[in-house]
C-alpha cells in the first residue's frame, strides 16, 4: 500500500510526539512528501501543510490530539474538499488511492519547505486579525488564496496549478 510522509516542523512534533513514524526512507508516494507546522486561531490548534512537489497548501482546522489516531481520513476529506473548491475535479477514490496511508515523521530539516511554510503563516496571522474568531474563519477561501499565489520556485506558476497537473497525469497514467 502505498503511503504518504507528512514530515513535521519542530512545533507540531512537541503536540504529535506519540503519533510519529519511523521515517524508512522510502519514497514510494505519487505527491511526494508533505511538510506540516502547527498555527493557532481562538486558541485552537490549525495545521498548515505543504506539499513538497506542488508547494499546495492545506489547512487543517481545529486539530485535537483525539484527532490523530483519524488523521489519515481528516487529510483525505479536507485535501478533496479543498481541491474541488479550488476547481481540480477529481474523484475522491483517486485521492485515496495516490494518498494511500498516511506516516506523520519527524521534521526532515527541509529549509526550502520550511521557508515556504514560513512566509504563508504572517497571512494567517493577519485573516486571524481580520476575521477575530475561529467560526468565522473562512478556511477553504483563505486556503484558496494561498494556492492562488505565484510561487517563484514554481516558476510563477500557482500551486493548485501545478497540483491539478500532476493529478491529472496521475489520472492518465497510474502508477
Known amino acids: 500500500m502505498n503511503q504518504t510522509k507528512i514530515y513535521t516542523t519542530r512545533k507540531l512534533e512537541k503536540v504529535t510526539k506519540e503519533s510519529i513514524a519511523e521515517d524508512n526512507d522510502k519514497d514510494t508516494e505519487y505527491l511526494g512528501a508533505w511538510t ?5 486561531v481562538s486558541h485552537k490548534k490549525c495545521w498548515l501543510i505543504i ?5 499546495y497548501l492545506l489547512i487543517l482546522p481545529d486539530v485535537k490530539k483525539s484527532d490523530l489516531k483519524n488523521i489519515e ?22 485521492i485515496e488511492k495516490i494518498i494511500g496511508g498516511i506516516a506523520l515523521c ?25 476575521f477575530r474568531d475561529f467560526e468565522n474563519m473562512p478556511f477553504r477561501d483563505l486556503n484558496n488564496r494561498l494556492n492562488s499565489s505565484p510561487n517563484k520556485m ?19 497514467n497510474p502508477i
Do not use: H
Open 106 to 130: 519527524e521534521t526532515n530539516n527541509d529549509r526550502s519547505v520550511s521557508g515556504s511554510l514560513n512566509n504563508c503563516l504572517p497571512y494567517l496571522e493577519d485573516w486571524n486579525y481580520e
Open 36 to 40: 506540516a507546522t502547527l498555527f493557532y
Open 154 to 172: 514554481l516558476n510563477w506558476q500557482y500551486p493548485k496549478e501545478r497540483m491539478s497537473e500532476l493529478l491529472t497525469t496521475y489520472a492518465q
Open 51 to 55: 506539499n513538497k512537489l506542488t508547494k
Open 73 to 94: 481520513t481528516i487529510f483525505k476529506e479536507t485535501l478533496y474538499s479543498q481541491l474541488i473548491y479550488d476547481g481540480i475535479i477529481t474523484e475522491f477514490e483517486l
